[in-house]
């Protein structure tokens, strides 16, 4: 059996989640290529990084065998149809159309290049070797019929018809000596462990996405957990997806492995909720309103939840506080701060001790209450502009498409925004629905799910999001959309204060709401507006930097003729 490079890929189609895209395919490829002698590594899901500026992707390749003669042979797989066109085999991803033959050898020049540049400076300056590379078109869905219109040559093709050949061809391809000056097999292999980052596939599976991204965008807290300043007050401006969240975790860690106690404030009560799900036990995670209700009860005041002023009675336990030293925090924590008012502001902050840490996390371009920026005098700022969480080239088409109405401090924030993602090849999906018709958009969002669901995602990987608001949404007056059971805030809360739900698998929510969490694929509906302004630029925003792995939006004919133009089409 080959050595397969990363391991654990036996568990990768049996864990719950079945693949995204053509994952399934490579898997299966994947133990089709196994069955090589024991002294051939098999690579997968490699991609190469230059952690200088983030992290920099600048191609990806399906598999690479290394020969224990070191030869190495670079396997792209292309799962499903082709098109034969006058310029050779041709893949479209969505609206884009690639060239399969230009892909391949664009990886080969990438590869090469990058590994002359490891070994620059070995031997008076010079590339002392080669890389003996070769190359194979892996098609097991497709049967080319023209191979002379191909692009690429016949005997580097393994279409459907040659499907069952593949490991023997392969081990032919491995077989020959390489030409003098090529790396041996020791050489290939500690250029792909040493200089290239090796992980699984992370479209594979949702989970390893998480863990990756979760790697990449602990850069920040890493940056941030080593300051020193005093007094320590610290605020960091950061975009959605740059890492916020894992910064206030390992906080909130480190001040449970001190002993020293902490309170983590924000403006959303599901942020909340979701933040005291996996923070170190012994933190407070609250809301600002909750904390107030917390105030009053423990000054004997028990709240009246059917008083019109309850929420402005909250507010005012908090603003009107003066905790002794007893009653404060080592460490306080403000999240969403661009949600606080200045009295809220004042009021958090008196729960920091006098030698205690204080953090304020906030993203300007979250502000979908138009509160202006809350000032903190003497505050070191930290800015973090890049974007982790949302595949890069959805990163980039929003935008995009954003920039064509921004301006001001949203065109600033919009155009500092760095996409850092490892995932890409998940383009904007658009869908529209006739204007003004309610069973067209309940339709049109009923065929995203199925449309979801055949990708590969469960129920329970889909958000529903809702560019309206709770009490406006078309959609969230539903339990269902067709066979999809929704799962949304009832509006009441248990006798433990916590929200109920309804009964469903696929989660459907405001940004409002969902505003701090994230999914892996949103699905961003009832999008409605006839003209760009700032607050409609917040909210495409704020729903579409919540997806991990794919975005569908879901629009009026109106609104996607603001954001594409008088031309521009829907998917």
């Known amino acids: 059996m080959a050595r397969i490079v990363p391991d654990g890929w036996e568990a990768l189609d049996s864990n719950g989640h079945p693949g995204v895209g053509s994952a399934v395919r490579e898997i299966e490829t994947l133990r089709v290529l196994s069955a090589l002698a024991d002294d051939v590594a098999v690579l997968h899901g490699v991609h190469w990084t230059r952690i200088e500026h983030g992290c920099s992707i600048y191609g990806e390749i399906d598999f690479i065998v290394v020969g224990p003669n070191g030869r190495v042979l670079v396997i792209e797989q292309k799962s499903g149809f082709l098109e034969e066109t006058a310029d050779g085999l041709v893949k479209a991803q969505g609206s884009l159309k690639k060239k399969v033959s230009s892909q391949i050898l664009r990886s080969i020049d990438a590869l090469k290049t990058r590994f002359a540049q490891s070994r620059r400076g070995r031997g008076g300056g010079t590339v002392d070797t080669r890389l003996s590379i070769d190359y194979l078109l892996y098609c097991p869905d497709y049967r080319v019929r023209d191979f002379d219109r191909a692009g690429i040559a016949a005997e580097r093709i393994v279409d459907a018809t040659r499907a069952a050949e593949l490991v023997a061809l392969v081990a032919d391809l491995l077989a020959p000596t390489p030409v003098a000056g090529s790396a041996d097999a020791a050489t290939a292999l500690r250029f792909f462990s040493d200089e290239l980052l090796l992980v699984a596939d992370v479209a594979t599976l949702i989970g390893r996405t998480d863990a990756w991204v979760t790697r990449l965008s602990g850069g920040l807290a890493q940056t941030a957990m080593q300051l020193e300043f005093s007094p320590f007050r610290l605020r960091v401006r950061g975009t959605a997806g740059s890492g916020k969240t894992q910064l206030a975790l390992r906080v909130l860690g480190r001040a449970a492995d001190e002993g020293r106690s902490a309170l983590y404030l924000c403006y959303n009560r599901p942020l909340a909720d979701h933040v005291a799900r996996i923070a170190p036990g012994g933190a407070t995670v609250s809301t600002f309103h909750h904390f107030g209700d917390r105030l009053l009860r423990e000054s004997g005041v028990e709240p009246d939840f059917a008083s019109k002023d309850l929420f402005a009675r ?253 031309g521009g089409t829907a998917q």
């Open 314 to 566: 909250f507010e005012a336990a908090v603003v009107d506080a003066r905790p002794a030293d007893d009653r404060r925090f080592d460490v306080v924590i403000v999240d969403e701060g661009q949600d606080f008012t200045p009295a809220w502001r004042d009021g958090a902050l008196r729960f920091v001790k006098p030698d205690g840490r204080a953090y304020w996390l906030e993203d300007p371009m979250q502000n979908l209450y138009g509160r202006e920026p809350v000032a903190l005098d003497g505050w070191v700022t930290l800015n973090a502009q890049v974007n982790y969480r949302s595949p890069r080239d959805i990163v980039d088409g929003i935008v995009a498409l954003l920039a064509r109405g921004a301006d001001g401090e949203a065109a600033t924030a919009l155009l500092s925004i760095e996409a850092a993602s490892p995932l890409s090849g998940s383009e904007l999906d658009i869908t529209t629905w006739a204007d003004d018709d309610p069973r067209a958009l309940v339709d049109v969002t009923m065929r995203a799910i199925t449309k979801a669901l055949a990708a590969g995602y469960r129920r329970g990987d889909i958000a529903l999001l809702t560019f309206a608001g709770r009490d406006h949404s078309k959609l969230l007056a539903l339990d269902a959309l067709g066979p999809h059971a929704l799962r949304r805030f009832s509006g009441d809360y248990d006798l433990f204060g916590n929200p109920v739900y309804t009964e469903g698998e696929v989660l459907a929510e405001t940004i409002y709401r969902f505003k701090g969490q994230s999914a892996p694929c949103v699905i961003f509906s009832e999008i409605d507006f006839e003209g760009f302004d700032d607050r409609a630029i917040r909210k495409l925003f704020v729903g579409a930097t919540r997806a991990t792995t794919k975005l569908m939006l879901v629009m009026s004919e109106r609104a996607a003729r603001v954001c594409l133009g008088e």
